[in-house]
């Protein structure tokens, strides 16, 4: 099994919903690191616009970019469900996974984000992102932004089974979703229904 997201471009509004969540439930202090962003693309010509959102978070790939940069093999893909963990207390914070992942979710925080050090971590600093809420998918909970998402905008499971719940979606890439950076051959587990298809005039992270 592969777990992965489903993104709903026609029902998103932008609200933030999904970011501020996932801020509280990993109880992230303001800073650098965001373990889900909302990107808001213009695209059409000018005067005649429109607007996509796309809120992502770690696509938990089938070929991780991170994985195979670590060298210290903190980063791992479960068997069980594809989802993809950073040991912290593996991690010597080399930054090599910051680099490697076209989608920009490993990350380090500063030390105003991140003031309690554990005592078994090597880095003061170790990287980390998105988890999946693998703590809530143990209480038969979905991810805490697909649960708050007030437009139902946000789905999750097995993404063969989100395909065939959402026909019209598309796998996630450059080519398919406006605001999409190049997936490098990552194969992400993301899912989109898809706004329109229009050329690109700008975009920008709604940095909530």
Not at 163 to 179: F, I, L, N, Q
Request: hydrophobic fraction near 35%; charged fraction near 25%.
């Amino acid at each position: 099994m592969q777990l992965g997201f489903y993104y709903d471009q026609t029902r998103c509004i932008a609200c933030n919903t999904c970011t501020v969540a996932c801020r509280d439930w990993n109880e992230l202090k303001p800073g650098p690191v965001r373990y889900r962003k909302v990107t808001v693309t213009e695209a059409g010509a000018r005067g005649n616009t429109v607007i996509y959102n796309l809120s992502m978070a770690c696509n938990h790939c089938e070929k991780p970019a991170c994985v195979a940069a670590c060298p210290t093999k903190a980063i791992v893909k479960r068997e069980a469900d594809g989802v993809v963990i950073i040991d912290k207390t593996v991690c010597i914070s080399a930054g090599l996974c910051v680099e490697a992942c076209p989608y920009a979710q490993p990350q380090i925080a500063d030390d105003k984000q991140e003031t309690a050090v554990r005592a078994n971590w090597k880095a003061q600093h170790p990287a980390q992102k998105c988890t999946f809420c693998w703590d809530r998918l143990e209480d038969g909970r979905k991810p805490v932004c697909v649960a708050g998402c007030p437009a139902r905008a946000l789905d999750c499971g097995d993404i063969e089974m989100l395909k065939k719940m959402y026909p019209d979606a598309v796998m996630a890439s450059k080519e398919t979703v406006p605001g999409m950076p190049d997936t490098k051959g990552t194969g992400p587990s993301f899912l989109v229904k898809v706004k329109g298809e229009t050329p690109i005039v700008a975009a920008w992270v709604d940095d909530i």
